[in-house]
């Protein structure tokens, strides 16, 4: 006899988990990305590094929460009190610029719990820039105390892909903007064969494009969701042979 009890326990469980593992994920990634571009590894700013990774990794579970369990549920707004607290003390610690930029993390968060429209515009592009550009930018800057170009460029690029990669979550029934999304597709494109003039980086190309065309097939949200992560981790792998 079927347990449907046990059932939606195990489903319970997975979507607990998921957005768990893809935030763990996705900040690996970005910090492994950082090292490979790195003179320093750990040696500079530990305690630093470790808050601020933390602290961004918290926000990004916050909005994956929402894509995999549709939660608004706003009494989790008290989880963003001690963030805030901590980013205020990094402003008295470490360059204010840093402890700003970390608070603009918490920008798609609040955008997902007070947001009225079911297109998010602002918070598809503060969530694609705190994954894809701040996070990876200032642990690079934590680690080293200086930003170089050829790094800038990476997390440009970064930051493209991942505005692609999360399109959907932010724009209902985001197959009726097939403009705005080739736009990028084809910006993705340009960009990499302009700073990254290497094949390689058409298989970056080809990742947004199989994403984008499972946007138009219409696959559902959550499905989607394991694949972008996956898209991005690999997307960070092909960037790494780049340098």
């Not at 736009?183 to 199989?210: M, Q, W």
């Amino acid at each position: 006899m079927l347990n449907i009890n046990k059932i939606n326990r195990q489903k319970l469980n997975f979507n607990f988990y998921t957005p768990i593992i893809a935030t763990i994920a996705i900040t690996l990634a970005n910090s492994w990305l950082v090292n490979q571009y790195s003179s320093e590894i750990l040696t500079r700013n530990i305690f630093w590094q470790i808050i601020f990774v933390s602290l961004t990794g918290l926000t990004s579970y916050l909005n994956f929460d929402n894509f995999i369990n549709s939660n608004k549920n706003k009494s989790k707004i008290i989880l963003i009190i001690p963030i805030v607290l901590l980013f205020v003390i990094m402003l008295f610690h470490s360059p204010i610029s840093l402890a700003i930029l970390g608070l603009l993390t918490l920008i798609p968060f609040l955008t997902n719990m007070f947001s009225f429209s079911t297109n998010n515009g602002i918070g598809l592009i503060s969530l694609a820039a705190s994954i894809g550009f701040i996070q990876p930018v200032v642990l690079y800057y934590l680690r080293n105390n200086f930003l170089t170009f050829t790094f800038v460029k990476v997390c440009l690029l970064t930051l493209i892909c991942m505005t692609l990669l999360l399109f959907s979550f932010y724009f209902s029934k985001s197959e009726n903007y097939k403009i705005s999304l080739i736009s990028i597709l084809i910006l993705e494109f340009i960009f990499s064969l302009i700073l990254f003039p290497k094949t390689s980086t058409i298989l970056i190309f080809l990742l947004c494009l199989i994403s984008l065309i499972l946007v138009f097939l219409r696959l559902k949200k959550k499905y989607h969701f394991y694949i972008n992560v996956l898209f991005y981790i690999v997307i960070i792998l092909i960037i790494n042979s780049i340098q």
